[in-house]
């Protein structure tokens, strides 16, 4: 049987790098839905009463400064911002930004026939992520998770606001999976989802400092401490 290995997968980054100059590399992606109330509003479902939780493979990953290549197959690729917790040796070893980008109308078919997320989900190029900010240096939060699309903000939250913290994702799915070094969770998306279309330039960062409130003018903040923000990992992709 011919076997056909895809010329991107072969050149696909395959390592976090942290913003300290380590590396790890990366692992299995476990993500979490409805981990903010409003969010799960806003697609007209509740906050389920466990952790839900879904997969991506390593080759979904995309580096900060790529390109995201939408699929073909689907005509509403939806943009979720989320803090993303990496795992060491001991623990947590750091925090990013990403972008659980998912394909709504292949998603909305899969919920009705009650099928899996898998493709809608787990598609290449559907976790860009941020470099790693190692936790020393990242503080014990809680932290702002903010996105911009071409300037215009779309979504922002303060993971206080999370449903789970990290210590009870970890826990709950250490116990159920087993997490190993290069692990990550994607802990949940806030409200303000929506399409991305091609041409589209995305922007998350991660910060602390701000206020509990909504950023006015996210377009302002170009660096660190920025509108006094201290801005600890930034992720920024085209989408084609």
């Known amino acids: 049987m011919k076997q056909h290995v895809s010329e991107q997968t072969l050149q696909s980054d395959d390592h976090w790098s942290f913003t300290d100059g380590t590396t790890l590399p990366i692992g299995t992606m ?13 697609m007209g479902v509740e906050v389920s009463d466990k952790p839900l939780v879904f997969i991506k493979p390593p ?15 689907s005509q509403n690729i939806h943009h979720e911002v989320e803090l993303v917790v990496v795992m060491g040796s001991n623990g947590v070893a750091g925090i990013g930004v990403g972008l659980d980008l998912t394909a709504r109308d292949v998603q909305a078919i899969a919920k009705e026939r009650g099928e899996p997320w898998a493709v809608a989900k787990g598609w290449r190029g559907s976790a860009p992520v941020s470099d790693i900010v ?11 998770i903010y996105l911009t699309i071409n300037g215009e903000q779309r979504q922002h939250a ?10 009870e994702l970890v826990e709950y799915i250490d116990n159920i999976f087993a997490l190993r070094k290069g692990d990550c969770i994607f802990t949940g998306t806030p409200e303000g989802v929506a399409r ?26 170009s660096g660190i401490n920025a509108n006094s923000i201290n801005v600890l990992a930034s992720l920024t992709v085209s989408f084609a």
């Not at 476990?30 to 806003?42: K, Q």
């Not at 190692?134 to 702002?144: F, I, K, L, T």
């Not at 993971?159 to 990290?166: A, G, K």
């Open 134 to 144: 190692p936790m020393s240096v990242a503080g014990n939060g809680p932290w702002d």
């Open 59 to 73: 080759t979904a990953y995309v580096k900060s400064g790529g390109v995201v290549v939408l699929p073909e197959w």
């Open 196 to 221: 991305c279309v091609a041409g589209d330039v995305a922007v998350a960062r991660l910060g602390v400092g701000s206020s509990h409130g909504a950023i006015s003018d996210l377009s302002a903040i």
């Open 30 to 42: 476990y993500c979490i839905g409805r981990n903010y109330s409003a969010h799960a509003r806003e």
């Open 158 to 167: 303060y993971t206080s606001l999370m449903e789970r913290t990290i210590e």
